[in-house]
């Protein structure tokens, strides 16, 4: 898949923008706080219906205005395809493809992206929401249809903590609470299909990990993946048993799990058992990567992860290859990993560079620059050239939530 031109409308710094992409590299450079990330972030976006740098779409949207709007023309061998999200900060966004109304859910269909960034150490240093939603993220680019799933399982959580928090305050007791029931079921059904493609994707992604590992930090570390699951107790040493449980034996788990937490729950107003509880656990040389590996094994590990990621989408998707986005992360490595990343990535169809600095990017890499400064796209080539202004006024990029 390659991305041909992105265009914005009052995203982050950009009143508007249009920016032409090649296929191979692609050089964005500029100082830091001028928008490049924000251009990475709209693509993003497109395939994972989230950003990474922020948990909710309001700050996407520029200040003073109620949406934000993301269109992009994707290439697909000879088909092209015409993606639009429109994001709002009150209510549902709304998407188009081809120019007609389409659930936003099934952007990720069209849109395949992997992003590294310097915000990956947190992945495998971070608390546990940071690898849940490196995995989701994943699941919806892999299945698309998951993004309702996890969609309508945080809509079911938030109203069944609603309730137990309710019965707390009224001093209800879990025997008397059957309305419970009902909720538990729904949770149930949606949280065990969200743990079982979860186990699968550990699965799925364990070989190519390896792999990616050696490759990148130049050395057999023995890196592994496993979940930590609160239907069991949250023990990762049942993660090989784990991963070959059915559905029916998920939900099974999950059910048991919740009745023999129930009182504890409403005591607590919290639900405490399904896959917002659950921890990626990540080890190199048979110890976990978060408190005992290095600066430099926890960034092989990251980056061994994005790479492992891309391959599966490679593998699996007719679309072609994702495009890999590497957003100001060369600045963050040695020059044996600047090395080794760029060569790994070269090879892909479409490859987007962000970076302060030019000369940290590899030779292999330095193909086709545009340069970014406040807002204002400029590209080398004459022939491909477009300037784009952010409008007089608009908010700098160099405010904490817009910082590219």
Partial sequence: MIVEHLNL????????????????????????????????????????????????????????????????????????????????????????????????????????????????????????????????????????????????????????????????????????????????????????????ARLRLASDLQQPLTDAYSAIAGADHRPQLEWALSVRGGDPEEGEAESQDARGEIEDLFRTALAERRSNEIERGLTLVGPHRDDLILRVRDLPVKGYASHGESWSVALALRLASAELLRAESPAGDPVLILDDVFAELDADRRKRLANLTAGYEQVLVTAAVEEDIPDVLHRHVVRIHAGTITDERPSTGSGTQAAPGSPSDTDEEDAG
């Fill in 9 to 196: 409308v009052d995203f982050r710094n950009y009143a508007t923008a249009d920016l032409r992409l090649h296929a191979g590299p692609n050089v964005l450079v500029g100082r830091n706080g001028q928008g490049k990330t924000n251009l990475a972030e709209a693509i993003v976006f497109l395939a994972t219906l989230g950003s990474h740098r922020v948990s909710s779409d309001a700050p996407m949207v520029r200040d003073g205005h109620e949406f934000a709007v993301i269109r992009a023309r994707l290439a697909h061998g000879r088909r092209n395809v015409l993606v639009e999200v429109q994001l709002n900060r009150q209510g549902s966004n709304k998407a188009r493809i081809n120019g007609s109304p389409a659930k936003t859910n099934e952007l990720p269909r069209y849109a395949h992206v992997v992003l590294f960034a310097p915000e990956d150490l947190q992945i495998v240093r971070g608390d546990p929401s940071s690898r849940r939603r490196f995995a989701d993220q994943l699941l919806i680019q892999r299945a698309p249809r998951m993004a309702a799933v996890i969609g309508d399982y945080e809509r079911v959580l938030r109203q069944r903590t609603a309730l137990l928090k309710s019965a707390r305050a009224r001093g209800i007791r879990g025997d008397a609470l059957s309305t419970l029931d009902i909720w538990d079921d729904k949770l149930v059904a949606l949280g065990s299909e969200i743990i079982h």
